[in-house]
């Protein structure tokens, strides 16, 4: 098995001490591992200093505050997929949860990890796109906020600077709303060919007041598919719409032929699974589960 | 660095290197090895223990961060001498072959069972499906995990 | 009762618990990366980055300065000991570390040996090595183009990237044949290149011994005893002063059989420091440098009557052998045993060539449960059986049925001259579709269809030869597959067979054990199985191509006889009587006419180590030796079923269920048997669904990891529904035929059958992945051994 290089490792006591140790050069933060060993075995990734932050249980919570869903950067993602205020208010979220790897890395892998990793297959980071989430970052300054859509500024890059640290990702509760995440993989526990995430919320007379459509290795831009966002606002939440959406999503993103698939399948499953979970969205937001 | 880590319910103190992976601490620095390795991308699970009592792919974790935590491995699963339920339903139902991909089946079975204690085929699988057996098809270790849910001797957790 | 309660085993063939699991489920088996020798160190491979390129120099002076580093070596070094080159098991010659050029990506270039693994890993990096890139040879349909780089130019006169070729069957009756032919099929198929994969990777622990010059290498092998001799040969060491251990291996499946360049790099590095020196790859170094599979471009062909009488195949293949010709095959097979594409069907005629060439990939191709080739001949005939059945609008079973072998016709000499020694096929196939309510399946499927859904029924029927091989038709490197075994019987009844073949978890310690019991009437549990270790076990060829069962099973039943015929002398010496006037209840010698009278052999294990007098001639003790060399393969066989449910809209597969009857002669451990099929059955669906090793246009192996190399887990397999009919073969000593394969054979065109049969269409090739599926609806199917772009 590889092994990693030479690497330093110190454990943070809290958040200010975390900040302090990733405020040097080629400092990392390292919680579940699970996105940054596998690189640094392959010496892609050779930081020099970890910095360990499991212990700080302050930024480990999933809970409902007011109007929004908070979910602290180190909560598992067993936690998040079991979680019942997610399941309940964000269906998304679980659906996403259940395809993303196996059950025993989502043991020990972390939301906030994942989203910091910015792989641009990563499914969160579309179910999150969808759900226009905000991560919250702190830093030595105080706290930030930056919309999820925004968060991401290439494969593999996020605007989080040196001495920074993701804390949590808040998500806004939406009234008369349903969501879904549909996704192709070849195998259990792969990542995708293509995934699609949508959330509705709709009006009276079944028309769609917000669309959130979040793509996922199709390299659409900030993991969302903005254009077909925008056409379904004001359309009946309907097939004949959701066709259309989705086919706008598949002309609108930019996928690259790879082992997993060449680009016209890609751009078919970018549509296809959007209007799976532009339906399944729906029947949520009307109440058909 | 110097580490003490649980494992098994008996502590050990050693220094290593930072990067050192807990698979290789558990095999190479303690000897316990009962647990495996079989890849470098955290894809077949071979090296499955538990951390304070969850599995985790211990290729994946490095010592350090098992510094001050409990760490149980196929060689903890017996007790006094007695095997645990999953260990014997194995044996009953010919749930192994070649023997490489087992401790780690058995640890996330029997974390399966301490917290579903009557699981469905489909819910075995879907605990499973992070691992990789090349021998047996997963039939027989479906089925003997069954057994060991319907022979549950004692609790072990 | 409780979980611990002893179950008295069966005293012969039948169920019975594993005696070699009481370690494994307690994490106590010894793998080779678990052994550890005082002193010990690690080695490391320095592997190419490129396909094919020329090295201007290497320059090891960093490495060697590491302070954990004790040894580094290169092609130079060995090239001083005549090392940089040896044999491979095809008669071709493979380096063993780069000298003149790298010809594949992950060839091994150079060889660290340091205190800790970790520092090994290290240091490759701290070795410089200049190399000019060179253009590869990746796409095999172009390696034999006049202007294709060339490969082999290290051996002498070498002009193209062209190894051989190899036909049977009879060209001019055959082609007569599709000349009249009412009907006509071909087909391009290509068998992707796919690895056998075991969880566990190869390794070795060498250890030289400088003062007493014995070697003792605990290596991943399925040959120990061949590898022993292969040493001795290569290396010039004395082939009395290795001993070459096999510990517990964590699957083999074929992919442990050959020598492996880190192997003889240990060996070097323990002789050159003086220590043990393990080596142990990790799992890249494993799928991109280790013995792949397949690689086949096969052209079928079927000539037919309108009725669906097949009456002849033909097909070409040109064998992707990659830059070195690894292949284990017997000698006079350079295509193994492809000569059985012919099928399980009676035909008029048949004729195959194949052509293999070199390509700036691994070498390799006999592996992962083949039976040497087998997998390529079954999957090229049952595919195109079904080509056939889409042309003519026929029911793929019931084409079948009218062309499978009838019993009668057994033993049946095939088109190209193999004599399948016994089965039922009809029943089997007929069996098969009861257990899968065949009719119903294929009610449900024409509802489905007209809702809009796709359902696949595939069916796959299949004949191997295994069990190699008479002496005089097979070798390997001269080496003849014969095996063999001895019983020693001890004072006290206990017995230990010492066998030559090795297992990797297909159950030996208690399959063995039980023909002895069955031969002696004594318990399993008082025979020790030794295997493994060439200081404790006779020679043989080892374990692959479904052989132990055939040959070593057939060696062990056959000593255990010598035995008991020993113990009817000591017996009547016993009894006083002659051993004319004994007969044998199952477990123990008569006297004929007063039954009372008689002994076990316990009874006669004690009385021959005693003082008792023995007839002239007849010597104490109750051991005997044989080697058996068997007098034909064996032919088991299986009827497969799948069925497979694909969305659409995705392509998306699910494999819903999988009916397997297997015909594997006398089943020794019924139990055992299930095991080895439900695994290979598993392998069906990794190879229809996922599983390929492709190239990009550099050369750059795009199946390297786990992640890329896609296994089936346990959400991709159904529970899997066996079921059996039993024919013996008819030469072997107990009727066993070996089955350790049959299902990875089997199972691919099942699966590839059935999600064609559901998207109604005529040929797609492996894996058919959601992408792959989705394209062959569109009609525009991907080529799967290249990149795709």
């Known amino acids: 098995m590889q092994v990693p290089s030479h690497v330093e490792y110190q454990r943070a006591t809290s958040v200010e001490h975390a900040l302090s140790l990733l405020a040097g050069p080629e400092a990392r933060v390292i919680a579940g591992g699970h996105s940054l060993l596998p690189m640094m075995k392959l010496r892609l990734a050779q930081p020099e200093l970890l910095v360990d932050i499991n212990g700080l249980a302050e930024l480990s919570f999933i809970r409902l505050d007011g109007d929004e869903l908070r979910i602290g950067a180190l909560a598992r993602h067993a936690d998040l997929l079991g979680s019942a205020v997610a399941a309940e208010y964000f269906p998304i979220l679980t659906d996403a949860e259940r395809v993303i790897a196996d059950p025993v890395v989502r043991n020990w892998g972390t939301i906030g990890g994942s989203l910091c990793q910015a792989d641009p297959s990563e499914d969160l980071s579309a179910a999150l796109a969808a759900l226009r989430a905000t991560a919250v970052i702190r830093g030595a300054g105080g706290a930030r906020t930056v919309p999820v859509r925004e968060f991401h500024t290439g494969p593999y890059e996020t605007v989080i600077g040196p001495g920074e640290l993701l804390a949590e990702i808040r998500v806004p509760v939406l009234p008369h709303s349903g969501s879904a995440y549909r996704k192709v993989k070849r195998r259990a526990g792969d990542w995708p060919v293509a995934a699609a995430g949508a959330v509705l919320q709709l009006g009276a007379g079944n028309v769609i007041e917000t669309a959130g459509i979040g793509l996922t290795a199709v390299g659409a831009a900030h993991f969302t598919a903005a254009e077909a966002e925008r056409y379904l606002a004001g359309r009946p939440a309907d097939e004949e719409s959701f066709a259309a959406a989705g086919e706008i999503a598949g002309r609108e993103c930019h996928p690259a032929a790879d082992q997993r698939g060449p680009e016209d399948y890609k751009r078919h499953l970018a549509a296809e699974l959007t209007v799976r979970a532009l339906r399944q969205a729906a029947a949520r937001a009307r109440g058909e589960g | ?157 | 009762m409780t979980a611990t309660e002893e179950h008295a085993p069966p005293a012969g063939f039948g169920r019975m618990k594993r005696k070699e699991d009481p370690r494994f489920i307690r994490g106590r088996g010894t793998y080779v990366d678990d052994v550890r020798l005082p002193g010990m160190l690690y080695g490391a491979v320095l592997r190419s980055p490129h396909a094919h390129a020329r090295i201007r120099s290497i320059d090891i002076s960093a490495a060697e300065a590491h302070p954990k580093v004790r040894a580094v070596i290169t092609g130079q070094t060995l090239a001083g000991l005549n090392l940089a080159w040896m044999p491979t098991l095809s008669n071709d010659t493979q380096a063993v570390l780069a000298t003149d050029k790298v010809r594949f990506q992950g060839q091994e270039v150079a060889f660290v040996v340091a205190e800790d693994r970790y520092s090994a890993r290290d240091a490759l990096e701290l070795i410089e090595v200049d190399y000019e890139v060179l253009p590869a040879v990746v796409d095999a349909r172009r390696a034999l183009d006049p202007d294709a780089p060339v490969i082999r130019d290290d051996k002498e006169g070498r002009t193209d990237n062209h190894i051989f070729d190899w036909e049977t069957g009879d060209a001019e009756r055959t082609e007569q044949v599709f000349r009249d032919a009412e009907v006509t099929v071909a087909e391009d198929i290509l068998y992707p290149r796919v690895h056998p994969a075991p969880l566990e990777t190869c390794g070795a622990v060498a250890d030289y011994d400088k003062v007493t010059g014995k070697l003792t290498v605990w290596e991943t092998t399925q040959a120990p005893h061949a590898h022993r001799t292969l040493y001795a040969l290569v290396a010039g060491l004395p082939e009395h002063k290795i001993r070459i251990i096999s510990p517990d291996i964590g699957g083999g499946f074929g992919g442990k059989v050959g020598i492996y360049p880190g192997y003889v790099c240990a060996v070097v590095g323990s002789i050159v420091t003086g220590r043990p020196v393990k080596w142990v790859e990790d799992r890249s170094e494993n799928l991109m440098s280790t013995a792949f599979a397949r690689d086949f471009h096969m052209r079928g062909e079927i000539a037919a009557s309108r009725d669906g009488t097949i009456r002849a195949v033909r097909v070409t293949v040109l064998a992707d052998h990659g830059a070195f010709n690894g292949t284990a095959q017997p000698t006079k097979y350079p295509a193994g045993f492809f000569g059985v594409f012919t099928g399980s069907y009676d035909l008029e005629a048949a004729y195959c060539k194949v052509t293999g060439v070199y390509t700036n990939k691994a070498p390799g191709g006999v592996a992962y449960a083949c039976s040497f080739r087998i997998t390529e001949a079954v999957y090229l005939v049952e595919r195109m059986v079904d080509v056939l059945a889409f042309e003519l609008g026929m029911d793929p079973a019931e084409l079948r049925m009218r062309n499978l072998l009838r019993p009668e016709q057994f033993p049946y000499a095939s088109q190209t001259g193999w004599v399948y020694d016994s089965g039922n096929y009809l029943r089997q196939l007929e069996l098969a579709m009861e257990l899968a309510g065949y009719r119903a399946l294929r009610a449900e499927q024409a509802e489905r269809r007209a809702r809009g859904e796709l359902m696949g029924i595939g069916v796959s029927f299949f004949t191997e030869a295994v069990g190699a091989g008479p002496r005089k038709q097979m070798d390997i490197l001269g080496l003849g597959m014969a095996d063999g075994a001895d019983l020693q019987v001890h004072p006290t009844g206990k017995a230990v067979l010492r066998i030559s073949v090795q297992t990797q978890g297909q159950g030996h310690e208690t399959t063995f054990a039980q023909i002895v019991a069955n031969e002696l009437g004594i318990s399993p549990d008082d025979v020790e199985v030794v295997h493994g270790d060439t200081d404790q076990t006779p020679f043989g060829l080892g374990t692959y191509g479904s052989r132990s069962t055939p040959v070593s099973g057939a060696a062990t039943a056959v000593v255990a006889r010598k035995v008991r015929e020993r113990a009817r002398i000591v017996a009547s010496a016993m009894l006083e009587v002659s051993p004319d006037d004994l007969d044998w209840d199952g477990s123990r010698w008569f006297v004929r006419g007063d039954p009372d009278k008689g002994k076990t052999i316990a009874e006669i294990a004690m009385a021959a180590h005693s003082s008792l007098e023995l007839p002239e001639g007849v010597e104490g003790h109750l051991d005997a030796q044989t080697v058996y060399n068997p007098p034909n393969l064996t032919y088991p066989s299986g009827a497969y079923i799948c069925v497979v449910d694909v969305d659409p809209g995705t392509g998306t597969v699910q494999v819903r269920r999988f009916v397997a009857v297997d015909d594997c002669g006398v089943r020794i451990n019924p139990m055992i048997v299930e095991g080895q099929v439900h695994g290979g059955l598993a392998d069906g669906v990794g190879m229809a669904l996922m599983e390929v090793i492709a190239f990009d246009a550099d050369g750059n192996c795009l199946g390297g990891s786990f992640m890329d190399y896609l296994l089936p887990t346990s959400m991709e397999c159904p529970s899997w529904e066996l079921g059996e009919t039993v024919t013996p073969s008819p030469h072997h000593p107990i009727g066993a035929k070996g089955v350790g394969e049959s299902a990875t054979v089997g199972s691919p065109p099942a699966v590839v059958n059935a999600v064609l049969d559901a998207i109604r269409v005529r040929h797609a090739d492996m894996p058919l992945t959601p992408a792959q599926v989705w394209r062959a609806i569109q009609g525009r199917p991907l080529r799967t051994d290249l990149a795709i772009t």
């Open chain 2, 1 to 157: 660095m110097r580490i003490t880590v649980t494992v098994n319910d008996a502590e050990y103190t050693r220094e290593v290197e930072p990067r050192l992976l807990l698979i290789h601490f558990l095999r190479d620095e303690l000897g316990l090895t009962g647990s495996h390795w079989g890849c470098d991308t955290s894809n077949c699970g071979a090296c499955v223990v538990w951390l304070d009592g969850k599995p985790v792919k211990s290729c994946t974790v490095l010592a350090a961060m098992a510094d001050g935590r409990a760490v149980r491995t196929v060689e903890g699963l017996e007790r006094d001498g007695r095997l645990d339920p999953v260990q014997q339903g194995f044996m009953e139902c010919h749930g192994l072959q070649c023997g490489f991909c087992t401790p780690g089946m058995m640890m996330t079975a029997r974390w399966l069972l301490d917290h579903n204690p009557d699981p469905a085929e489909a819910e075995i699988r879907e605990a499973i499906s992070g691992q990789v057996c090349r021998c047996t098809g997963y039939e027989n270790i479906v089925r003997s995990v069954r057994w060991a849910a319907e022979h549950p001797a004692e609790v072990t957790a």
